[in-house]
């Protein structure tokens, strides 16, 4: 609109200059004329120059008063601005997309239609050892050389995920694939550890049958009992007979019962949290677990106790009462005859404190102390279920244990004895006073 007013200004102005030429005969009008044009040809140039100096960078805002020139400067400085903002939304957007993919619990790869790698996340490199300075535009095959994979890729059929197993820094470790076409050029891989899952899954399995093992054996003498009492004529048995059976399905009958009491207290441990607590002298629980272990014994064992009577610590009194009384009556079961077992609980000198039970039995094998926490697992089977051991006490220790912020510690040699070992650490422990004998 601009440049057609000034176009009709002109044409004016050059109409006057004509008629006053023609019909007025004023020469001297050309003058004025020829100056008009001239100054407009002197601010045309004037604002095309600011134009081509504003073109250079068009992303800034153009000069005032260019004219003519503003007609086509204004839509393209719009456009321009419409396109950065375009332009940083769209990186702000693949920003967020590849923060979210770094951020991925699976390595995430994308690669083109001939599976050479585009991309890849930092657990690609933890993972599958891709290098994405290295190896972006190689064949993925060259990398994941698993024979099982490149026929998992190439089949097509990736409905299922594949399942590999490999070895990683000496470690067998399992790796989960899983590929899918992300768009018309390219794919998108993802793998994942399971190593912990899988194992999860086999202590899963592992549990259940080692619940059905134990709770079989009772069942069976229970129901072997109940079959023969039945079938038998009531004169067939005497009274003595009667309680003998009697006694024995009881004892099956308590076994399963405190299978399932161990089993639910274990239970409870793994499904929630420790709330509240309160300030124990674990002298009095000690002198209750003792008096437990002693009975146990039935004075077969020498017993020595050290003890700081006045040490407290932090914690929930009924669950160190069960620890204890794990850690003690296994060492009466587990030590022969005539066999001392020390008990201690002393503050040492580096702050923490330490309840212990050592033993001067038969020992425990280095390759069995890993796994003497796992559930159900005993390193003499027929000696723990005669002392009626159910196979979950030190399970429900070690989460005791860890649920109190401290540490089970467990020091073994063959033919020389054990020691188990609950260690507090300093922020649970109240106070001490001088060690006095129980």
Same mark, same amino acid.
């Given at each position: 609109?601009?440049?057609? +007013? #000034?176009? @009709?200004? /002109?044409? *004016?102005?050059? =109409? &006057?200059?004509?008629?006053?030429?023609?019909?007025?005969?004023? $020469?001297?009008?050309?003058?004025?004329?020829?100056?008009?044009?001239?100054?407009?040809?002197?601010?045309?140039?004037?604002?095309?120059?600011?134009?081509?100096?504003?073109?250079?960078?068009?992303?800034?805002?153009?000069?005032?008063?260019?004219?003519?020139?503003?007609?086509?400067?204004?839509?393209?400085?719009?456009?321009?601005?419409?396109?950065?903002?375009?332009?940083?939304?769209?990186?702000?957007?693949?920003?967020?997309?590849?923060?979210?993919?770094?951020?991925?619990?699976?390595?995430?790869?994308?690669?083109?239609?001939?599976?050479?790698?585009?991309?890849?996340?930092?657990?690609?490199?933890?993972?599958?050892?891709?290098?994405? +300075? #290295?190896? @972006?535009? /190689?064949? *993925?095959?060259? =990398? &994941?050389?698993?024979?099982?994979?490149?026929?998992?890729?190439? $089949?097509?059929?990736?409905?299922?995920?594949?399942?590999?197993?490999?070895?990683?820094?000496?470690?067998?470790?399992?790796?989960?694939?899983?590929?899918?076409?992300?768009?018309?050029?390219?794919?998108?891989?993802?793998?994942?550890?399971?190593?912990?899952?899988?194992?999860?899954?086999?202590?899963?399995?592992?549990?259940?049958?080692?619940?059905?093992?134990?709770?079989?054996?009772?069942?069976?003498?229970?129901?072997?009992?109940?079959?023969?009492?039945?079938?038998?004529?009531?004169?067939?048995?005497?009274?003595?007979?009667?309680?003998?059976?009697?006694?024995?399905?009881?004892?099956?009958?308590?076994?399963?019962?405190?299978?399932? +009491?161990?089993?639910?207290?274990?239970?409870?441990?793994?499904?929630?949290?420790?709330?509240?607590?309160?300030?124990?002298?674990?002298?009095?629980?000690?002198?209750?677990?003792?008096?437990?272990?002693?009975?146990?014994?039935?004075?077969?064992?020498?017993?020595?106790?050290?003890?700081?009577?006045?040490?407290?610590?932090?914690?929930?009194?009924?669950?160190?009462?069960?620890?204890?009384?794990?850690?003690?009556?296994?060492?009466?079961?587990?030590?022969?005859?005539?066999?001392?077992?020390?008990?201690?609980?002393?503050?040492?000198?580096?702050?923490?404190?330490?309840?212990?039970?050592?033993?001067?039995?038969?020992?425990?094998?280095?390759?069995?102390?890993?796994?003497?926490?796992?559930?159900?697992?005993?390193?003499?089977?027929?000696?723990?279920?005669?002392?009626?051991?159910?196979?979950?006490?030190?399970?429900?220790?070690?989460?005791?244990?860890?649920?109190?912020?401290?540490?089970?510690?467990?020091?073994?040699?063959?033919?020389?004895?054990?020691?188990?070992?609950?260690?507090?650490?300093?922020?649970?422990?109240?106070?001490?006073?001088?060690?006095?004998?129980?």
């Amino acid at each position: 609109m601009r440049f057609k +007013s #000034r176009l @009709i200004l /002109f044409i *004016l102005i050059t =109409i &006057v200059c004509i008629v006053c030429q023609v019909h007025l005969g004023i $020469s001297w009008a050309v003058y004025p004329y020829a100056t008009c044009i001239l100054g407009f040809i002197l601010l045309d140039r004037k604002r095309f120059n600011q134009t081509i100096r504003w073109s250079h960078t068009p992303t800034e805002p153009p000069p005032p008063s260019l004219g003519i020139y503003e007609d086509i400067v204004h839509p393209i400085y719009r456009h321009f601005r419409q396109q950065t903002r375009y332009i940083e939304n769209l990186e702000n957007t693949s920003s967020t997309i590849l923060s979210a993919a770094q951020a991925l619990p699976s390595a995430a790869i994308t690669l083109t239609p001939e599976f050479h790698i585009e991309w890849a996340n930092k657990l690609a490199v933890k993972i599958l050892g891709i290098d994405v +300075s #290295r190896d @972006i535009g /190689f064949n *993925l095959f060259n =990398i &994941v050389r698993f024979p099982e994979f490149y026929q998992y890729a190439q $089949s097509g059929r990736w409905n299922e995920p594949l399942i590999l197993e490999s070895t990683q820094d000496n470690k067998n470790i399992i790796l989960r694939f899983e590929l899918t076409r992300h768009s018309t050029r390219g794919f998108l891989l993802l793998c994942q550890d399971i190593t912990h899952l899988e194992k999860l899954r086999t202590a899963q399995q592992d549990f259940v049958a080692n619940v059905s093992h134990e709770l079989r054996t009772p069942l069976t003498v229970l129901i072997g009992f109940l079959e023969t009492i039945n079938e038998l004529p009531p004169e067939a048995l005497n009274q003595e007979q009667l309680d003998q059976y009697g006694a024995l399905m009881r004892e099956q009958a308590h076994r399963m019962q405190a299978i399932v +009491s161990d089993l639910l207290t274990l239970s409870t441990l793994e499904s929630s949290q420790l709330s509240g607590g309160e300030p124990i002298v674990l002298n009095s629980l000690i002198k209750v677990a003792a008096r437990q272990a002693e009975t146990l014994s039935n004075e077969q064992h020498h017993f020595n106790y050290d003890i700081d009577t006045q040490l407290k610590v932090f914690g929930n009194q009924t669950e160190l009462l069960s620890a204890i009384t794990n850690l003690i009556t296994n060492a009466v079961r587990y030590t022969p005859a005539g066999e001392t077992i020390n008990v201690r609980w002393k503050l040492n000198p580096n702050g923490n404190a330490v309840f212990s039970v050592q033993d001067t039995g038969l020992g425990i094998a280095p390759q069995d102390i890993p796994r003497l926490t796992e559930r159900f697992y005993r390193v003499d089977k027929s000696r723990s279920r005669a002392s009626g051991g159910t196979g979950l006490g030190l399970a429900i220790t070690k989460h005791i244990v860890h649920r109190h912020n401290a540490q089970l510690k467990i020091e073994s040699a063959l033919h020389k004895g054990s020691t188990f070992s609950i260690i507090f650490p300093k922020d649970v422990i109240i106070s001490s006073a001088y060690p006095t004998k129980l």
